[in-house]
């Protein structure tokens, strides 16, 4: 991979969800449904026949124009039932990745989802061709995921719309 410390970027944000954390757990760590909250994945297929520990997962992502069908194979390198589930890029990948997702049952039917991620910041300038400071590359970051919680909320606490 050829990230640096100094050219990658984290975020992190938490919403409240009201549902179980078992029906919380199962959606966001099963990677075929990110299409359905982040806008910019175009499809996931998992290289086994359920999300767990070391299943490999190809997501189809569109980036800019210039790069609209990027893949990413993301690995499970932890998975704790109604815990947290974390995803890696695979070894030798161009730009690396980290994601995490983590639910805690906060009362009955009320589930903090707290998810962070840390990514090379370089894929941004192979997406759009230049480099953007670091600064506004993360406020961007932090913006879309925060509206991506938005929207998942929205679809976990009205089930008849995940489907």
């Known amino acids: 991979m050829q990230s640096s410390k100094n050219n990658t970027i984290a975020v992190a944000?938490?919403?409240?969800?009201?549902?179980?954390?078992?029906?919380?757990?199962?959606?966001?760590?099963?990677?075929?449904?990110?299409?359905?909250?982040?806008?910019?994945?175009?499809?996931?297929?998992?290289?086994?026949?359920?999300?767990?520990?070391?299943?490999?997962?190809?997501?189809?992502?569109?980036?800019?124009?210039?790069l609209s069908d990027n893949k990413l194979n993301l690995k499970c390198i932890q998975y704790q039932h109604n815990e947290v589930v974390v995803h890696q890029t695979l070894p030798g990948a161009p730009f690396s990745q980290l994601n995490s997702r983590r639910v805690d049952e906060v009362?009955?039917?009320?589930?903090?989802?707290?998810?962070?991620?840390?990514?090379?910041?370089?894929?941004?300038?192979?997406?759009?061709?230049?480099?953007?400071?670091?600064?506004?590359?993360?406020?961007?970051?932090?913006k879309t995921m925060n509206s991506y919680l938005d929207k998942l909320k929205h679809i976990l606490e009205n089930p008849q719309l995940s489907s």
């Open 13 to 66: 944000a938490s919403i409240l969800i009201r549902r179980d954390i078992h029906s919380v757990f199962n959606y966001i760590s099963d990677l075929r449904m990110d299409k359905n909250w982040r806008k910019e994945i175009n499809n996931t297929v998992l290289l086994a026949s359920s999300p767990g520990l070391n299943c490999v997962a190809v997501e189809s992502s569109f980036l800019s124009k210039r």
């Open 107 to 142: 009362s009955a039917g009320v589930v903090r989802l707290t998810y962070s991620i840390d990514f090379d910041a370089a894929i941004v300038k192979h997406a759009i061709g230049f480099k953007l400071p670091l600064f506004l590359v993360k406020y961007y970051t932090a």
